[in-house]
């Protein structure tokens, strides 16, 4: 399997805190890979530089084979990530949010039909404003939005936050089917037992040092 992931003594300065400090560790294509540490260990700083949005201090790093220190803007382009906010656009439909990012990747309705499924969005819920959305839906509409876009790499911080039983286990299934489908998941979570059956492996987050868990 390819490396999708590679940092090698990697250093990420975040408010002029070196926040990951000498980070070396891989992920390979069709792997689902925890990232498990305490609040402040660096694990969303990790997560955040993987999609592009945090320069890299010192070391080597690249994602999708794309040199993160001279070129962030391509990896930004190829992955999908989740982080603690949303990143919805609170005036806009659930169906206008996701047909967004489906225009942007050339997916088509039975696309976004299929991401609302999966993500138990029904259909009456797709012409209601995400603003009037409970915390639960929103993040549905969030993951939903992931899906449509066909990511090569999902970045996911804390992705069962907000979602009931049913939806945590449809959420589950879901990162399943895009591994299967060839893509690649990388998500931190403190819900240790479920996150740890999720996981094809482990790696711990604690003081900016990344190790196997």
């Known amino acids: 399997m ?19 400090a000498g980070a070396t560790f891989s992920v390979a294509s069709g792997e689902i890979v925890l990232l498990q540490g305490p609040n402040g260990a660096g694990k969303t700083t990790l997560l955040r530089a993987c999609a ?3 320069p890299i201090a010192r070391g080597k790093a690249t994602v999708l084979g794309v040199d993160l220190k001279s070129d962030r803007a391509t990896v930004r382009s190829q992955v999908g990530m989740l982080g603690h906010s949303n990143g919805l656009y609170q005036d806009l439909t659930v169906a206008e949010n996701i047909g967004f990012w489906s225009r942007l990747v050339g997916a088509g309705n039975d696309d976004i039909a299929q991401a609302m499924r999966l993500m ?6 797709s ?13 549905r509409c969030a993951l939903a939005t992931l899906i449509v876009r066909r990511a090569r790499l999902w970045l996911l911080d804390e992705p069962h936050a907000g979602l009931d039983a049913d939806g945590r286990d449809e959420l ?3 990162l399943r089917s895009a591994r299967d489908a060839g893509a690649t998941v990388v998500f931190a979570s403190h819900e ?12 711990k987050v604690e003081g900016g040092v990344v190790g196997e868990a």
């Open 172 to 174: 589950d299934k879901t």
């Open 120 to 125: 138990g969005l029904s259909e009456r819920l």
């Open 52 to 54: 592009g949005l945090l």
């Open 127 to 139: 012409e209601v404003k995400v603003s009037n959305l409970s915390a639960g839906q929103r993040r």
């Open 2 to 20: 390819s490396e999708v992931i590679s940092f090698v003594d990697t250093v990420i300065v975040y408010d002029n805190f070196p926040a990951v």
């Open 192 to 203: 240790i037992e479920r996150a740890k059956a999720l996981a094809t492996r482990s790696f």
